[in-house]
C-alpha cells in the first residue's frame, strides 16, 4: 500500500509539474521609448479619445523606399481607398512624384473631380453604368476633363456596350481601361471571345478610346510559398497580360508604344514582381505605404508601420473580475495564466486592429468584444494606469482610417497636422 501511496503520490506530481509547465508565461512591459514619445505628444496636443494616429516621418521614409524600389522603372499609381484622406494623398503625391490616383466608388470620383481636377483618374473596379452617368451629369467643374483625366475600368463586353450607349447618348468621349483577369479570377476579361467582342466595340464607336489595361495580381502574395507555386502565377499573370495586350495594341492601336498606354499591375503586396521588363507599365499601392498588419509580408520587410489607433484607459482596476454570478472565471483566468491578472478598460475598442504597445496586452475572451469599453488583459508588468495611452494597429488602411473623424499627425514627436478624411464608402 505504502508503494502504491509513493507511486500514485508521485504520479500526482508529475501531472501537477506538467500543468504547471504548461501555464502561460507572463507577458508585458511598458511603453517602449518610441510609443512613450507618441503617448505625450498626444498628451501634450490635449487628446483624450480614440485617435488615429499618422508617424509623418515614418510615412515619408516609406514614400522613399518605395521610390528607390521603383527606381523610375515604372509609373505608380496612388490608390485612393487605401488611403482615404486627400491630405495625405497629396502629401504621397508630392513626395512621390505622381498624379496618378486609383478611385473605386462614385462619391470619391466626384470628389477628386471636384477638388483635385490635377489628378489622372483611373477607376479600379467596374461601375454600373447608371454610375458613370450621375457623373456627368453631376460634374460641376470645368476644370476637370473626363475626356483626358479620367478612364472607366471595364470588365467585358455587356459592361462596355452599356458604356458605348451612354456615349452616344451624351456625345461624350470616354476613355476605358479593359480588366483582365490574370489569375485572381474576381472578374475580367478572361477569354479571347470576350476580348474580341470588346474590340469590335471600341472599333465601331469613336466616342470610344482603349487607354490600356489593369491586371490586379494579389493573389499571388497569397498563394502557399511551395517551389513553382508563386513564380508559375506570376508567370501565367505575365503571359495573359502581354498576350492580350498585344492582341488588343494590334487591333486598335497599331505602331502604338507602351508609352501611350496605361498599363496597371501590381499592388502593395506584389508591386516588387514588376520591374518594367514586362508589359505593365505602371503598378499601384497605396496600404503598403502606412503598413497596417495585413501587410506583414517578406516582400514589405524594408516598410515600417506608420499608422496607428491611440486610446485612453478608461479604467483600470486592481485585478480582473468577472460579473456576479461568474466570478470564478476570473479567479481561474487569473490563476491559470498570469496575463489576465489586471483588466484595462478602454475608450472604445472592438476594431479591426491588434494591440501593439505596451507589450503583453489582448482583449478578453470571456468579457467578449465591446465598442464602447474593451477589455484589455495584461500581467500588470505594463504599468498601465487611468488616462495611459494603449495603442494598436490597423489590420487594413481602407475604411478602419475613417472611424477616428481626423487623422492626428506626428512629427518629429510632436502633433503638428489634423487631416480630415473621406466619408467611408464602399
Excluded at 286 to 300: E, I, N, Q, R, Y
Excluded at 337 to 344: F, H, I, L, P
Aim: aromatic letters at 8%; glycine letters at 8%; proline letters at 8%.
Amino acid at each position: 500500500m505504502k508503494r502504491r501511496t509513493m507511486v500514485a503520490a508521485l504520479g500526482a506530481g508529475l501531472v501537477g509539474a506538467g500543468a504547471l509547465a504548461l501555464h502561460p508565461g507572463q507577458r508585458g512591459a511598458p511603453h517602449a521609448p518610441y510609443f512613450a514619445r507618441m503617448a505625450a505628444a498626444l498628451r501634450a496636443a490635449g487628446i483624450a479619445t480614440p485617435t488615429m494616429v499618422i508617424d509623418r516621418d515614418a510615412l515619408h521614409n516609406n514614400a522613399a523606399q518605395v521610390t528607390r524600389n521603383i527606381a523610375g522603372r515604372m509609373q505608380l499609381r496612388l490608390v485612393a481607398k487605401s488611403l482615404p484622406c486627400l491630405p495625405l494623398l497629396d502629401d504621397l503625391a508630392a513626395s512621390m512624384r505622381t498624379d496618378r490616383l486609383m478611385v473605386f466608388n462614385l462619391p470619391y470620383l466626384q470628389q477628386l473631380a471636384e477638388q483635385r481636377p490635377a489628378f489622372d483618374l483611373l477607376l479600379g473596379k467596374p461601375l454600373p453604368v447608371a454610375a458613370a452617368a450621375a457623373f456627368y451629369q453631376n460634374l460641376k467643374t470645368a476644370t476637370f476633363n473626363p475626356s483626358t483625366k479620367l478612364q472607366w475600368l471595364i470588365d467585358g463586353p455587356q459592361r462596355l456596350a452599356q458604356y458605348r450607349d451612354l456615349a452616344r447618348q451624351r456625345h461624350q468621349a470616354m476613355r476605358v481601361n479593359i480588366e483582365l483577369d490574370v489569375g485572381l479570377h474576381r472578374g475580367g476579361v478572361a477569354d479571347s471571345s470576350a476580348l474580341q467582342q470588346m474590340l469590335a466595340i471600341f472599333k465601331s464607336e469613336p466616342l470610344l478610346e482603349w487607354s490600356g489595361m489593369m491586371g490586379y495580381d494579389a493573389h499571388i502574395a497569397k498563394l502557399p510559398d511551395l517551389p513553382g507555386v508563386r513564380s508559375g502565377a506570376f508567370e501565367h499573370a505575365t503571359s495573359v497580360y502581354r498576350d492580350w495586350t498585344a492582341t488588343a495594341t494590334h487591333a486598335l492601336h497599331a505602331g502604338a508604344t507602351p508609352a501611350d498606354l496605361t498599363l496597371n499591375a501590381g499592388g502593395s503586396p506584389t508591386y516588387r514582381l514588376h520591374d518594367g521588363s514586362k508589359t505593365p507599365n505602371e503598378v499601384a499601392l497605396g496600404s503598403a505605404l502606412v503598413k497596417p498588419t495585413d501587410f506583414d509580408l517578406d516582400s514589405l520587410h524594408d516598410l515600417a508601420p506608420a499608422a496607428f489607433i491611440a486610446t485612453p484607459v478608461i479604467k483600470a482596476p486592481p485585478e480582473f473580475l468577472m460579473p456576479n454570478g461568474v466570478e470564478w472565471l476570473g479567479s481561474l483566468a487569473r490563476m491559470w495564466d498570469a496575463n489576465q491578472r489586471r483588466v484595462y478598460f478602454i475608450y472604445g475598442g472592438n476594431w479591426l486592429a491588434n494591440p501593439v504597445s505596451p507589450e503583453g496586452l489582448a482583449p478578453s475572451g470571456l468579457y467578449g468584444p465591446s465598442s464602447n469599453q474593451q477589455a484589455m488583459l495584461g500581467s500588470g508588468a505594463q504599468n498601465l494606469q487611468m488616462d495611459d495611452f494603449i495603442f494598436f494597429r490597423p489590420r487594413q488602411s481602407e475604411s478602419v482610417l475613417q472611424q477616428f473623424g481626423d487623422i492626428v499627425v506626428m512629427e518629429a514627436g510632436r502633433i503638428t497636422q489634423r487631416w480630415p478624411v473621406l466619408p467611408a464608402m464602399p
